[in-house]
Structures are given as structure tokens and as C-alpha cells.
């Protein structure tokens, strides 16, 4: 075992070494787990840097490095050699979008990786990969009479299957997403039409989202055959090819269309044939519904947060941040979730991900070994938990298709996600008003969260809306020259920054004893003026306060791209005895715990930042995680030891000093019977 890293290392996932941490190494490691998670290859049967000996013309031999070398047993020799993969540094465009390259125009790269392949002493290496963590280009190899051909290929088969001829059509043969490998695989989709078809990036977003609703659709309703979104190994490259795949695809989303209520026949997939073969190629070979949450949801996070961020201060809640108030909040299976500015859907998301840890625990099962009849039962444990229990609102009609998508990826159904104005509630004339009159009313939801939108400069000025809040946060306030309380004036407030509604309507949703969580700015907690006081003062009156975690800037300024200090709150509804106690002299005083995070694991660029010794050196954890696995059609079970850098984040560790905080100190006030 390893006992220290330098500060230009990483660990090898192969051996289990240091090596240093080039950019080209970063993306040989990703490919490597990769290689393990998706297809199924153990590290046992690969190595780095394998010396090939290839043909350098004239009967003269060379020795070339194959940077992943991938055999069909442990033995490690040219003989056994099966495939072969190239790797160099990402190309530093920051967040530029990257064009993606086709075949085609990769010349120089695909010469390179047939020279590696091109050893006919080697007949069984037939398939090679290029890449560059944003470009793939993989070639199958054939030996014929007339020698050497290479073909295009969309995607390399698992370890146990050969592509041949045969088309991807069944779910039982696709994979099971890697985090990083999915996320490419989404990023590359999206930079495609972005970059090749000169799309702006929101519209390359919702061409992508329609094929995302294709491709699970597809995974749901022909689940045991029959389905439609497939390539043939051949036909992204030929132009009848592509006819075929636009017909299946176009059927499928006239079944999609028909389907889902969110769609109207205005929503068209106007992708060039070449593009749409590119994202089915690209899509098709994944098993969604056996990803896990966070994988997915990583993937599709990062694609909605580079593409819906608002102008109304949506700023969307770093994924971290989310897991901590989903960890404090604890809701549980029975209870009834809402946020009401849910924007793309995180903190719904992220409920999802923690039910279903909590049933795996309690099942006694680890991630990896899930049975087909255990995911099953999971997914539609987490289906019906959606389509009761989990609700989401938001303004914004392209942030609630983003929503609805988003569970769609994790749970297969969309869920009930309203588009309407949430401070109007239970009024307005947006089509989500009506349904969510019927189902979530005020006083009958257990959990809020949600980040609603702030800022001075989006202050609600609509009087309509104001007046649901003049006896609570909508006022004018004055300090008395008494007693230096906030006072209110006679004086009309016009407008309210809405992040202040917001906490008023959070108490109205939830029942008494019920659980709020809600990211606010820090002013509002810490400002000294009458208006924040009188804010402060309401919460008290109507809430029992259970915690406050204050954030660092680098929390939201990278992820969300806004450089503000904000807090996270959570709060407990009281109920009217409780409320009218204090009022008689019999308030109930209580511990609050309270926090202040100084790391979240990023730095202001978004760079992962490393717990470090006294002496500098980074601190390392030892992981032993049993990897599962086919080789040959056979499941196969490795321990896996890995030496990882721990990441500098004070929010995990927060949660849990909560959690011991809540042994020696019951919530205040009164609890739901059948609560937690």
C-alpha cells in the first residue's frame, strides 16, 4: 500500500501505483475504469505501455507503446493481445464547446492507431481506440485475403461478445453507465449538434433531451425486444445506414409525443441524419435504467447546468450542497417532498439517491451486487414513490421539462412536476396550477427544499402576489424608538426580494411538524436592519430553527456561477399551541446547531482541492471496494484495493456532526406520528 502521494501524482488503477498526473494520464486512468465498469474487462487483463512490435516498412520491425493494452487472459504477451488503446491530453479549451471530429476527418489519428493494430502476427488484435477524453474513434480490424481492412466502428462489444454484424437491439447485452464514461458520452452528444450543427447551446440541449426521452422510452416499453433505438455497427457511417436509424428514431418519438404530456407536436428532432446517427451511436449501447442515480444524474447535472442557467436568479445548487440538506432532512419513504422552485430537479433527484441507499442497507446489499430482481423491485419502489410522493414547481416551463426529464432518467416516469408561479399558488393561470391544486396543498406537504431565486434586482413588484404576504413577510418595517424592535409601517412595501416570499410560502406548504430546508443569502440571516430582523423575528414565531450551515463563495461560484455567500437553513413548522405558547410565557428553549463550512472540495475554478498533512503531503485513504464483473459470459468478483486522495469537504462530516447532535438533542417541538 502506498503512504503518501506526491502533489503530481495519482494512483493507477491497473497496479495500484503512483504515477504521475499528466493530462494524458488523466485520461488513460478514466478510460481504464471505464473499461472495467462498462464493458467488463478486468484491470487483471490489461497493462500500460505494452511495447507492440509493428511493421515499419521493408520487412523491418519497431517497437510502438500501446497505452492500454487489453489481452484475453492474465498473461500479458503479444499472443494474447486483443485490443489497444491510444490516449492523449484533452485539448485545453476550457468550457468551450469542442467540435466533435468524425472519422473522416481524423486522418493522422486513425493512421497512428492502425500502425499499432496493423501486425498481422497479431490476427486476434482486432480492435483499437483513439482518444483524447473528447474525441473516440474505434476501428475493428479485419485480416482478409487481400489484406489488411479497417472499419469504423460506433462503440467497442462488452469482453464476452464480438460486434461482427449483429446490431445493439437488446437491452440485455447493453451496459451499465460509468460515471465519467456516461458523462463523456452526454458531453459528446451535446458539443455534436452544438458544434457541428450550429445549434446554440439551449436548442442542442432539447434536440438531446428528445433522444434521451427516446432512448428510455425505448428501454421501457420494449424492455424484452423489439427495440428501436440501436445502431448497427455500420450504419452511422453510410448514408442508408443513417436513413434507418432516422426511421426508428422518428417512430419512436411520435411514440414519445403520444406518450408524455409535455410535448406537443411543435417539438421535432431537426437533426441532420450524420447528427442523429452520431447520438444514437452514442446513446444506444447504455442500459439507463440499470445506471446507477449518480451516474446519471452527474451526467445530466452537468449538461442543464451549462445550458439552462437563468436570468431570474436561478442559480442551481452545487450537488454537494443538495446531498447535505437531503442528509439532514432525512425524508423517508412515506413522507410527501416538494420543492417549489425546483429548477432542474437536484434536491428531487438526489431524495431518490438516499431512498435507495437507505433500502439497499436495509437489504443488506452493496452497489455492485444488485440482482436483476432487485433493481427491478428498486426501480418500481422508486417509481411509485414519484408518482406519490415527490413533487416539483418551477416558473420556468424549460426548467420543468428539465425536471421531469431528470426523474424520467431515474425512475422512468416523469413524476408530477408543475409549471406555475409558486409565490401565486394557489392561483395563476399556468397550466400547472389546476393539477397541483388537487395535490399538493398547503399544510400537506412533510419536506421542503428547494433554492429559490434571489436578488435585489428581480425584487416581485406584482401587488396580486404581494398581497398574500402582507401579514407576514411583505411589509415595510421601521425600528421603534422604544424598544429598537422592527416595527411595521404604514407604508405599503412595492416590491420583495423573492427569496423572503419564498420562506413564508415554504411554512404554508408544510404540515405542522414539518420539515423545511432552504438556501438563502446571508444578509437575511446576519443583516442588522429592521427588514432582515422582522424576518428573522416571523421564522422564530412560526419555526423551531434545527440548523444552520453556513456556505464558503466557492460552494456556488463555480458550479453556479455566482460569487455569493449564502447560507442553508432548516426549519420546523410549529404548530398553533406551539406558536400561541410563547405567547404566554411558556416558550420552549432548545439547542440549534450551527456550522460553518470553510471547504466544499473545490477551489473558485471548480478544481478538486485535497485534505493535506501538516508537512503538505495529501491525505490518503485506503478503499476496498468488490468489483463485479463478465469475462467470457462468466460474472466474476475482484477486490479491488485502491490508495484515493480525500477530498477537503467539511459538508459529509457537517452532516454527521448533525446526526450526533440530534442523539443528545431530540428535534424541538412536536414530531408527526409515523415520522422517521
Given at each position: ?44 487483463y490489461m497493462a500500460s505501455d505494452f511495447p507492440v512490435t509493428v511493421d515499419n516498412g521493408g520487412g523491418r520491425k519497431r517497437t510502438k507503446k500501446a497505452d492500454i493494452a487489453i489481452f484475453d487472459s492474465e498473461e500479458h504477451t503479444q499472443d494474447n493481445l486483443r485490443r489497444v488503446v491510444v490516449c492523449k491530453p484533452e485539448p485545453k479549451n476550457g468550457n468551450t464547446v469542442t467540435k466533435i471530429r468524425t472519422h473522416e476527418q481524423a ?274 419502489r422508486l417509481k411509485r414513490y414519484v408518482e406519490n410522493n415527490l413533487f416539483g414547481a418551477d416558473f420556468d416551463p424549460f426548467l420543468v421539462r428539465a425536471t421531469s426529464l431528470n426523474l424520467m432518467t431515474v425512475a422512468g416516469t416523469q413524476g408530477n412536476v408543475y409549471h406555475m408561479n409558486s409565490l401565486a399558488f394557489p392561483d395563476g393561470t399556468l397550466p400547472g396550477v389546476e393539477p397541483a391544486r388537487a395535490e399538493i396543498r398547503f ?234
Open positions: 500500500m502506498l503512504d503518501a502521494l506526491a502533489e503530481d501524482e495519482i494512483v493507477d488503477y491497473i497496479t495500484g501505483e503512483a504515477v504521475k498526473e499528466t493530462p494524458k494520464e488523466k485520461v488513460r486512468q478514466r478510460i481504464v475504469r471505464g473499461l472495467l465498469h462498462e464493458y467488463g474487462i478486468a484491470v487483471e486522418t493522422k489519428e486513425l493512421d497512428e492507431l492502425k500502425e499499432l493494430m496493423g501486425n498481422e502476427n497479431v490476427p486476434e488484435l482486432k480492435y483499437g481506440l483513439w482518444t483524447n477524453g473528447v474525441d473516440l474513434f474505434y476501428l475493428h480490424k479485419e485480416i482478409g485475403r487481400w489484406g489488411t481492412t479497417y472499419e469504423p466502428r460506433a462503440d467497442w462489444p462488452q469482453s464476452s461478445e464480438s460486434l461482427g454484424s449483429r446490431s445493439v437491439a437488446s437491452h440485455a447485452r447493453l451496459r451499465s453507465g460509468e460515471e465519467d464514461m456516461l458523462r463523456t458520452a452526454f458531453r459528446r452528444c451535446h458539443n455534436y449538434i452544438h458544434g457541428n450543427e450550429g445549434l446554440p447551446k439551449d436548442a442542442a440541449f432539447w434536440q438531446f433531451m428528445y433522444l434521451l426521452y427516446a432512448k428510455i422510452h425505448d428501454e421501457q416499453v420494449n424492455r424484452n425486444g423489439g427495440a428501436q433505438f440501436y445502431a448497427a455497427f455500420d450504419e452511422p457511417f453510410t448514408d442508408d445506414g443513417r436513413g434507418k436509424i432516422r426511421e426508428r428514431i422518428d417512430n419512436l418519438f411520435a411514440q414519445v409525443k403520444n406518450a408524455y404530456p409535455l410535448f406537443s407536436a411543435r417539438d421535432e428532432i431537426t437533426l441532420s441524419d450524420r447528427a442523429l446517427a452520431f447520438i444514437v451511436g452514442q446513446l444506444a449501447p447504455y442500459n439507463l435504467a440499470d445506471t446507477e442515480i449518480d451516474a446519471k444524474g452527474a451526467a445530466y447535472q452537468e449538461l442543464v447546468g451549462n445550458n439552462l442557467r437563468g436570468d431570474r436568479g436561478q442559480y442551481f445548487t452545487p450537488v454537494r450542497a443538495v446531498r447535505l440538506m437531503v442528509d439532514i432532512l432525512a425524508p423517508q419513504e412515506h413522507e410527501r417532498v416538494l420543492d417549489p422552485a425546483c429548477g432542474t430537479g437536484g434536491f428531487l433527484r438526489e431524495t431518490l439517491a438516499a431512498l435507495l441507499k437507505q433500502w439497499r442497507e436495509n437489504e443488506g446489499i452493496g452497489d455492485e451486487l444488485d440482482a436483476e430482481e432487485q433493481r427491478e423491485r428498486h426501480r418500481q399544510g400537506s406537504v412533510d419536506v421542503l427544499m428547494t433554492n429559490p431565486p434571489f436578488g435585489s434586482d428581480i425584487k416581485i413588484t406584482d401587488e396580486d402576489v404581494l398581497n398574500r404576504y402582507r401579514d407576514g413577510v411583505a411589509q415595510s418595517w421601521t425600528r421603534s424608538k422604544e424598544t429598537g424592535l422592527p416595527v411595521a409601517s404604514s407604508t405599503p412595501v412595492t416590491g420583495v426580494s423573492p427569496e423572503q416570499l419564498f420562506i413564508q410560502r415554504a411554512v404554508q406548504w408544510v404540515k405542522p411538524g414539518g420539515r423545511i430546508g432552504i438556501v438563502l443569502p446571508n444578509g437575511i440571516l446576519s443583516n442588522p436592519g429592521p427588514s432582515d430582523e422582522a424576518i428573522r423575528r416571523w421564522i422564530l414565531e412560526n419555526c423551531w430553527v434545527l440548523a444552520s450551515v453556513e456556505l464558503p463563495v466557492e460552494a456556488f461560484i463555480y458550479e453556479a456561477g455566482v460569487n455569493i455567500l449564502t447560507t442553508l437553513l432548516f426549519l420546523k413548522k410549529k404548530t398553533d399551541e406551539e406558536r400561541m405558547a410563547k405567547d404566554m410565557g411558556a416558550d420552549q428553549e432548545y439547542p440549534v446547531f450551527m456550522a460553518i463550512a470553510e471547504k466544499v472540495g473545490v477551489d473558485r475554478r471548480g478544481n478538486p482541492v485535497y485534505k493535506r498533512h501538516p508537512d503538505g503531503e495529501i491525505v490518503l485513504d485506503y478503499e476496498t471496494k468488490l468489483e463485479t464483473f463478465r469475462i467470457g459470459g462468466q460474472k466474476r468478483e475482484r477486490t479491488l484495493h485502491r490508495t484515493v486522495k480525500v477530498i477537503d469537504d467539511d459538508l459529509p462530516e457537517i452532516g454527521r456532526q448533525y446526526h450526533q447532535f440530534r442523539v443528545a438533542h431530540p428535534e424541538p417541538g412536536f414530531t408527526p406520528e409515523g415520522t422517521r
